[in-house]
């Protein structure tokens, strides 16, 4: 089964939906993430209905900010929201050529480390409220490590020790 996470950095691109066909074309994934859409509410549900996927979760941006949207194939897996933020989507997922059930968190974290610590603090309880195996992906803004990124500030040991 596979599972695309892209970030977008604008879903609003006159190329994006041809690329979003050749992601599921070349990929056939079960479940694709895009982050960084800078979209939602009723704009993004336009945009996600024209999309080769029959099921969509879109959260809310603050502003020009974050926004994730969770698609999903459902003639491979059956997906149940169970929580989101502006950081963070989490649902439960059932694939559908056998019995497996399993909790997948899509991420966009935000850029500001206040913010990012409610993330943190989230995923915490997440991890607490079940026992199922969990797969997280996303964008963390957060690199662990130097060899994590390509310029811009230098990595902080105290907030990647939060991470």
């Given at each position: 089964m596979n599972i695309v996470i892209w970030n977008s950095r604008g879903?609003?691109?006159?190329?994006?939906?041809?690329?979003?066909?050749?992601?599921?074309q070349n990929h056939n994934?079960?479940?694709?993430?895009?982050?960084?859409?800078?979209?939602?509410g009723d704009?993004?549900?336009?945009?996600?209905?024209?999309?080769?996927?029959?099921?969509?979760?879109?959260?809310?941006?603050?502003g020009l900010f974050g926004g994730i949207w969770l698609l999903w194939n459902s003639n491979?897996?059956?997906?149940?929201q169970l929580a989101s933020t502006e950081q963070e989507t989490h649902v439960e997922v059932k694939v559908?050529?056998?019995?497996?059930?399993?909790?997948f968190s899509a991420i966009y974290a935000?850029?500001?480390?206040?913010?990012?610590?409610?993330l943190w603090e989230n995923l915490a309880k997440v991890a607490e409220l079940h026992n199922?195996?969990?797969?997280?992906?996303?964008?963390?803004?957060?690199?662990?490590?130097?060899?994590?990124?390509?310029?811009?500030?230098p990595v902080s040991l105290s907030r990647s020790l939060l991470f």
């Open positions: 879903v609003l691109k006159p190329s994006f939906q041809a690329h979003v066909r050749e992601l599921a994934p079960a479940l694709l993430v895009i982050t960084k859409t800078r979209l939602g704009r993004a549900k336009v945009i996600t209905d024209r999309l080769p996927f029959e099921g969509a979760i879109q959260s809310e941006t603050i491979m897996v059956e997906v149940v559908l050529s056998s019995s497996l059930s399993w909790i935000s850029p500001r480390s206040e913010e990012r610590c409610i199922k195996p969990w797969v997280i992906a996303g964008d963390f803004n957060e690199p662990l490590s130097e060899g994590d990124k390509f310029g811009g500030r």
